[in-house]
């Protein structure tokens, strides 16, 4: 049993999602953030940087935090959605990618465009003009794939949850069609529609 420690952000669904793929047995506990639960001893216990998201294996005791590095956990230890050999180093050249480019990016973008409009036309003039540009790169490495790197993986459900707000970046997804279309067939599977609402129903799954 996976004690998952989240929230209803694109870093805490990647993490669902794919339990949810795994079809591995799960307790999803929300996390409030702003230091209400995420700042507390017993937290940091768990995640020593207060991040969500957070896991702890009920049985060993092994806990681990970090998106990125429960991904590749997770993944390694199923043997599934993280392939051997070449196939494997596309994936996480994707998945670092999210980690490194499209999650710090993205969440400046949330600060600015959607949370403090009007604060700073710098920084939302900076930021929009940044997100377009990863969209670009996504929208350029998706045409004529239906996934990032090789099959469905853990890159894509690295990535998938922070496409899924376009809204907040204030991007239309018909200027990048590619990007659109996957972002569409990764949102019909059943797994990733379970993901999406932990730990609780927030809003429906954001339709282009």
Request: aromatic share 18%; hydrophobic share 30%; no cysteine.
């Given at each position: 049993m996976i004690d998952l420690y989240t929230a209803t952000t694109p870093n805490g669904r990647k993490i669902s999602i794919l339990l949810e793929e795994l079809g591995l047995p799960y307790e999803a506990?929300?996390?409030?953030l702003g230091g209400?639960?995420?700042d507390t001893p017993e937290y940091r216990k768990i995640a020593p940087s207060?991040?969500?998201?957070a896991i702890v294996e009920?049985?060993?005791?092994?806990r681990l935090m970090e998106s990125g590095a429960i991904l590749i956990w997770l993944a390694e230890r199923e043997g599934r959605f993280l392939p051997t050999g070449a196939e494997r180093w596309a994936v996480l050249e994707w998945l670092f990618w999210q980690v490194g480019s499209v999650g710090p990016i993205f969440g400046q973008a949330h600060h600015f465009l959607r949370y403090n409009v009007?604060?700073?036309e710098y920084g939302e003039k900076r930021?929009?003009?940044l997100t377009q540009k990863l969209y670009g790169v996504l929208d350029k490495r998706l045409t004529g794939r239906d996934f990032v790197a090789g099959d469905y993986s853990i890159a894509d459900m690295a990535i998938w949850p922070w496409i899924s707000r376009f809204e907040f970046h204030k991007t239309d997804l018909d200027s990048f069609p590619a990007v659109r279309?996957?972002?569409l067939r990764i949102a019909e599977r059943p797994a990733v529609q379970r993901g999406y609402h932990?730990?609780?129903y927030v809003n429906d799954i954001p339709m282009p």
């Open positions: 506990h929300a996390v409030k209400r639960d995420n207060g991040m969500i998201p009920r049985e060993t005791g092994f009007g604060v700073s930021y929009w003009e279309d996957w972002y932990q730990p609780k």
